[in-house]
């Protein structure tokens, strides 16, 4: 069973800075691509960072040169996680954060998996 938890999420003041984390369980995640979405107030969820299964990363125009996506994941561990550093963090980036692992099986299967949501809630 394939299991996702966030954690690291916050109050802090603009500029300020957290390392959101997730948890991942029940499957080989080094077969994923791994990302953070977030939703703010009224908004749609949105992509912010993703790193696939060679590493490479991307970013929401929004949050380049602010976050880092990265992941410590080998299916030779019994804990895997992805985390998203997040540095001068803005009102703008109030919302709550899920992370998301993406997978297709050589059968052209997609499965996605999603956290449960870790609010970021930035003051002026």
């Known amino acids: 069973q394939v299991q996702l938890v966030e954690s690291g999420g916050g109050s802090v003041q603009a500029g300020g800075s957290l390392r959101l984390s997730c948890a991942l369980s029940g499957s080989t995640f080094s077969r994923y691509a791994l990302g953070w979405f977030r939703q703010g107030p009224g908004l749609e969820r949105e992509a912010v960072a993703e790193?696939?299964?060679?590493?490479?990363?991307?970013?929401?125009?929004s949050v380049k040169g602010r976050f880092t996506v990265s992941k410590d994941v080998s299916p030779f561990k019994s804990e895997n996680f992805l985390y998203l550093q997040m540095n001068d963090l803005q009102p703008a980036d109030t919302a709550t954060y899920y992370c998301?692992?993406?997978?297709?099986?050589?059968?052209?299967?997609?499965?996605?998996?999603w956290g449960q949501g870790t609010q970021v809630s930035v003051s002026s």
């Open positions: 998301a692992a993406d997978h297709t099986n050589i059968l052209g299967s997609r499965s996605t998996y």
């Open positions: 790193i696939d299964m060679l590493g490479a990363t991307t970013y929401a125009d």
